[in-house]
C-alpha cells in the first residue's frame, strides 16, 4: 500500500495546531473503505440513494431527460482517461424483489418502449473525479402509472484505472424506479379558488350550514379571489399516499399536501389530508371543512382555512379545491 508522509496535528482547548517539527508515517486512506471505487454519484445504491431515484414526471410528457455522472474515488486522481461501460441491468429487477415480501414493495421491469438507454461509454477525464454526463431519456407517456416499475443502470466494465479499482459495491448501480399509484396523474381544476381576506386577524369563515359540493360557496366581500392553475400534476409518492402543491403556492415551494387513500377500500369517503411541516409551522388556526375523495368520479374536494401567520396574526386564507382526474 502506497505511504504518505504527514504533518501531525496537535489539540489544545480545541483549537488545530500544527506541529512542523514532527512528522508521521502512516497509510493513506483511500477510496471508500480503502478501496478504489467508480459510483453512479448521487442516485447509486439501494441505502444512499433509492429515495433520490424515484421519479415522478407529468404523464403526459413524451420526453424527460434526467442526467447523471459517474464519480472516481481514491486517494489521488487518474493521470489517465478511465472509461467505463455502463448499461441497464434487467436482472437487478429479480434481485431486488427478491429481498422484499410486501408485494405492494416489488417493482416490474420498465419496457424498453419509455425510455432511451443504450449502453455506453463514460469518461471520466484524466486528473479529474467526475465524469462526463450521460443521460436516460423517458417517455412517461408510455408508463402505466398505477404500477411500479424499475430500471437499474449500473456500471459494466472499468478501463484506464488504476490496478484495484473497481465498480462501488452499494452505489454502482443506481435503482431508478417510478411508484406506481392509482390515483397519480393530472387533474383538472373543477371548482375553486384561493381566496385572500383584507382584514387582519382570524375570520372565523365557514362555509353555510349544510354546504356540500357541488353547491356554490358564499364568501364575504373581504376576500379576494386567486385563481389556481389547472391542470396540476398529483404525483405517486407511495402506493397509497401522493403530493401536491397547496392552491397556488407553486410546486418545489415546500407547501404541499400529502394525500392518503387506500385504494383497496370500495367506498372512501375521506381521505388523510397532512401539509408540509415547515409550511404548516408557519401558519395557524387550521379548519377544514372537507376532505373527500370521490371514487366514482375520481375527484378530490378539499376546503379549509388557515391564517398566515402563527398565533393568527396574519390574514385569514379560504382553500377550496376541486381537483377531478384528466
Known amino acids: ?7 501531525t496535528a496537535t489539540v489544545v482547548s480545541g483549537l488545530f495546531f500544527f506541529a512542523s517539527c514532527k512528522k508521521a508515517v502512516v497509510y493513506e486512506p483511500i477510496g471508500d473503505g480503502g478501496q478504489k471505487i467508480i459510483k453512479i454519484q448521487t ?5 444512499s440513494g433509492f429515495d433520490a431515484a424515484n421519479l415522478a414526471f407529468n404523464p403526459s410528457s413524451t420526453s424527460e431527460t434526467l442526467n447523471l455522472n459517474l464519480e472516481y474515488v481514491a486517494g489521488s486522481v487518474s493521470s489517465e482517461d478511465i472509461k467505463v461501460v455502463v448499461e441497464v441491468d434487467v436482472a437487478a429487477v429479480a434481485a431486488y424483489n ?12 420498465l419496457p424498453a418502449s419509455a425510455y432511451t438507454f443504450p449502453t455506453q461509454t463514460v469518461i471520466i477525464p484524466a486528473n479529474q473525479t467526475v465524469s462526463s454526463t450521460f443521460k436516460i431519456i423517458f417517455n412517461p ?14 456500471i459494466k466494465s472499468i478501463t484506464g484505472a488504476v490496478a484495484g479499482t473497481v465498480k462501488a459495491p452499494g452505489t454502482g448501480t443506481a ?6 399509484n392509482p390515483l397519480a396523474g393530472s387533474y383538472a381544476l373543477t371548482a375553486g379558488g384561493r381566496y385572500n381576506c383584507t382584514v387582519t386577524g382570524d375570520q372565523g369563515w365557514a362555509p353555510q350550514p349544510g354546504w356540500v359540493y357541488p353547491m356554490a360557496l358564499a364568501i364575504p366581500a373581504n376576500y379576494n379571489f386567486a385563481a389556481i392553475p389547472s391542470p396540476k400534476f398529483i404525483a405517486p409518492v407511495t402506493p397509497t399516499k401522493t403530493r401536491v402543491y397547496v392552491a397556488n403556492l ?3 415551494t415546500d407547501r404541499d399536501y400529502t394525500l392518503e387513500v387506500d385504494p383497496a377500500v370500495t367506498v372512501i369517503t375521506n381521505i388523510n389530508v397532512t401539509l408540509t411541516p415547515s409550511f404548516e409551522g408557519g401558519i395557524s388556526n ?10 366514482v368520479n375520481k375527484r378530490f374536494i378539499l376546503l379549509w382555512t388557515y391564517n398566515n401567520q402563527p398565533g393568527g396574526v396574519g ?12
Not at 442516485?43 to 441505502?47: D, I, N, P, R, T
Not at 408510455?142 to 416499475?149: L, P, Q, R, V, W
Not at 387550521?286 to 371514487?295: A, H, S
Open 1 to 7: 500500500m502506497k505511504k504518505l508522509s504527514i504533518i
Open 175 to 180: 435503482y431508478f424506479h417510478f411508484i406506481g
Open 250 to 252: 407553486g410546486a418545489g
Open 141 to 154: 407517456s408510455m408508463i402505466d402509472g398505477s404500477k411500479n416499475f424499475m430500471i437499474p443502470i449500473t
Open 98 to 109: 427478491a429481498t422484499q415480501t410486501d408485494p405492494l414493495k416489488k417493482y416490474l421491469v
Open 286 to 295: 387550521i379548519r377544514w371543512f372537507q376532505k373527500t375523495y370521490d371514487p
Open 315 to 326: 390574514n385569514d386564507r379560504i382553500i377550496y379545491e376541486v381537483l377531478t382526474k384528466l
Open 43 to 47: 442516485y447509486g445504491g439501494l441505502a
